[in-house]
């Protein structure tokens, strides 16, 4: 592995490790979004996406992770928290609720991370519209890593998705380069304007994460030192998604088909390569 400015750029077969944790997270997320339903506590979800990881060859990722040690598989935001909140039995899913999962796994030294924001039981439209935006900047973040461009590229596409709709975004928060660490540079905000930062490098692996609210975008930590709500209590949504730099375009390690599909909405090619048709 090369490193430059201490970003780390990996080969080609190191990023097809990376494939593999990231196939696991999408799995483990698959089964998540089944399973939040109404009377489901945010502990049920934990134990299931641990069991799920590790019978997939894989360890949590966030599990012991940095000072005070994170207790958990998942993380586990409901309604007015944003991200990093810790799963409880105290926690009972109701129906019209949101609750962003984020989830990562580390197989064979690599990892994969990736969030959604999954609405339970009946979810007023003005809420599902708001986990629309959010999963549709994301998408266009994805779309705007390409290789030689700028850093925030991603960002200023995924601002110009979301500020027509009026939501807040998060700041302070958002997406890093990943690979034998979970947390890597560089950091990516999810505003600002293009043409800026580091390079696009092939090789180059980042997990890119929009959090928006309903609201003010202020965000305040719990007494927990983990959880992120929002300063005024409106709802938020987070999605995220690993994607690689590539010459054939950007690969998304952490979505079942590479990102193929919504990639080519956007009119963008995906730079999964030919044989990696999982």
Not at 35 to 41: I, R
Not at 212 to 241: C, F, Q, R
Not at 262 to 274: E, S, T
Request: aromatic fraction near 4%; charged fraction near 20%.
């Amino acid at each position: 592995m090369a490193r430059r400015e201490h970003v780390q750029i990996k080969t080609a077969a190191e990023i097809a490790k990376m494939r593999v944790a990231g196939l696991l997270v999408a799995q483990t997320l698959d089964k998540l979004r089944e399973a939040a339903v109404p009377g489901v506590t945010t502990a049920d979800l934990d134990a299931l996406a641990e069991r799920t990881i590790r019978a997939g060859g894989g360890i949590p990722s966030f599990k012991g992770y940095a000072h005070p040690p994170y207790p958990a598989s998942i993380c586990s935001s409901v309604n007015d928290e944003v991200v990093h909140a810790i799963p409880s039995r105290k926690r009972v899913l109701r129906s019209g609720d949101i609750i962003s999962i984020d989830c990562g796994a580390i197989v064979d030294g690599w990892h994969g991370d990736a969030a959604i924001t999954v609405p339970v039981g009946n979810v007023a439209p003005e809420v599902l519209d708001m986990i629309r935006v959010c999963e549709e900047s994301l998408w266009r973040g994805l779309a705007a890593a390409q290789l030689g461009g700028k850093l925030t590229d991603i960002s200023h596409a995924v601002e110009q998705h979301i500020r027509p709709f009026g939501y807040g975004i998060v700041d302070n928060y958002g997406g890093h380069g990943i690979g034998t660490e979970m947390h890597q540079p560089p950091h990516i905000l999810n505003h600002g304007r293009p043409g800026r930062g580091i390079k696009l490098t092939a090789g180059l692996a980042l997990a890119i994460e929009p959090m928006i609210t309903m609201g003010s975008p202020d965000t305040k930590v719990l007494e927990d030192d983990w959880t992120v709500s929002t300063m005024d209590g409106s709802l938020a949504a987070h999605t995220e998604h690993t994607v690689a730099i590539t010459p054939r375009g950007p690969w998304v390690l952490t979505a079942h088909d590479g990102g193929a599909a919504k990639l080519a909405a956007l009119g963008v090619a995906c730079g999964q390569p030919a044989q990696a048709t999982t």
